[in-house]
């Protein structure tokens, strides 16, 4: 069983080349599942969207339309959002991805938005968060799905797709993009530092909308009308909304703590899984796998992943290896990729 040192270069998921995007496993179901899960969550808000204005017509409050409104506005613009940026359209789950090899100075950023020279000579500009502009940095590779201006780009080691756009010239005042510093590490690994701390600003994110929820929620217990025969059952139902919303926000803030700290691991354990059965994928987009590994001494125990990252789950059942941020013992452990924006929790035993 290896613990150190890690290979520079950790076998990791990728895309074939050879198959059909909508056929490569895993991804696959994967975007089959995310993309029927934002069709349907973007018809769950229209409805309550119409219902907000209706509400400005029946008598009762500013407070409960504009609150309908506004949070499920809210809801139904970022669905149509993740749905462009992160669904492939159906046609091109016929095409497979064109693998594309970043030159030395073939990759250029500026901000948030990176450049990669393509071998026609173009552009391929994306937005991108410092783990992801971490790992081209350190890998050097990208592989594009679709053939006209819009694209989507897939990543080593990952299973989500982002849109970008192709142009004749790099982002305005780019400056190259030097390669990144190895560490075999999880404490000193700065694609999983920098993926963490994302982590931690989705789930401050969470919490805002948490905490916009529990004001709404309170806005509508107080200003609706005290005359109307429903008014206690509507103070019940605000006041619990707004205590429930304001204890998810507390929950979610508690949790982004850990993620602002370093991982206090110093080495990587290598082990090799063995899957007991197919990936399963739920309509969220998160997975469930399990199946048997081998601890220092011998003993053979089983593991299992819920809800994890797909692209965790995708990395174990394709190189057969999971590896543990320090010593594995049996009970809840840190696993990951090395070098990779890969993060989860795996029971052991």
């Known amino acids: 069983m290896q613990i150190v040192p890690v290979p520079?270069?950790?076998?990791?998921?990728?895309?074939?080349?050879?198959?059909?995007?909508?056929?490569?496993p895993i991804f696959g179901e994967?975007?089959?599942?995310?993309?029927?899960?934002?069709?349907?969550?973007?018809l769950v808000g229209l409805p309550f969207v119409f219902l907000g204005v209706t509400q400005f017509f029946t008598g009762t409050g500013i407070a409960l339309p504009v609150s309908i409104v506004a949070l499920f506005g809210v809801f139904e613009l970022f669905w149509i959002y993740r749905g462009r940026a992160w669904v492939p359209e159906t046609r091109l789950k016929r095409v497979p991805f064109r693998p594309v090899d970043i030159t030395a100075d073939g990759l250029v950023a500026v901000g948030r938005t990176v450049g990669v020279r393509l071998p026609d000579g173009r552009w391929l500009r994306i937005r991108l968060t410092e783990a992801y502009r971490l790992l081209l940095a350190g890998h050097r590779r990208v592989w594009l799905?679709?053939?006209?201006?819009?694209?989507?780009?897939?990543?080593?080691?990952?299973?989500?797709?982002?849109?970008?756009?192709?142009?004749?010239?790099?982002?305005?005042?780019?400056?190259?993009?030097?390669p990144t510093a190895w560490s075999g590490s999880p404490r000193l690994d700065p694609v999983l530092?920098?993926?963490r701390r994302r982590l931690a600003r989705e789930l401050w994110e969470a919490a805002a909308f948490l905490l916009a929820l529990a004001g709404f929620a309170t806005w509508v217990r107080l200003d609706f009308p005290a005359d109307d025969r429903l008014t206690g059952f509507a103070v019940s139902t605000a006041t619990g909304f707004a205590v429930a919303a304001l204890a998810?926000?507390?929950?979610?803030?508690t949790r982004s703590v850990g993620y602002l700290r370093p991982q206090p691991a110093e080495h990587w354990t290598e082990l090799r899984a063995v899957l007991d059965g197919p990936v399963?994928?739920?309509a969220h987009g998160s997975a469930r796998v399990s199946g048997l590994t081998m601890l220092a001494d011998g003993r053979v125990?089983?593991?299992?992943?819920?809800?994890?990252?797909?692209?965790?789950?995708?990395?174990?059942?394709?190189?057969?290896?999971l590896w543990?941020?320090?010593?594995?013992?049996?009970?809840?452990?840190?696993?990951?990729?090395?070098?990779?924006?890969?993060?989860?929790?795996?029971?052991?035993?």
Not at 30 to 42: E, K
Not at 310 to 317: I, K, L, W, Y
Not at 324 to 349: D, E, K, N, W
């Open 8 to 24: 520079e270069r950790v076998r990791a998921f990728e895309f074939d080349p050879a198959t059909p995007s909508g056929a490569v």
């Open 145 to 178: 799905l679709g053939s006209g201006p819009k694209v989507f780009v897939g990543f080593p080691g990952v299973v989500r797709v982002r849109r970008a756009r192709i142009h004749d010239a790099p982002p305005a005042g780019a400056v190259a993009v030097a």
């Open 30 to 42: 994967y975007l089959d599942r995310i993309g029927r899960s934002t069709a349907n969550q973007r």
């Open 193 to 195: 530092a920098a993926h």
């Open 324 to 349: 543990i941020a320090g010593v594995p013992r049996p009970g809840r452990a840190a696993t990951g990729v090395p070098g990779y924006p890969v993060l989860g929790t795996v029971r052991l035993g």
């Open 248 to 253: 998810g926000a507390i929950a979610v803030l």
């Open 280 to 282: 399963r994928i739920s």
């Open 301 to 321: 125990v089983p593991f299992r992943l819920r809800d994890v990252d797909a692209s965790m789950a995708a990395n174990v059942a394709t190189t057969g290896r």
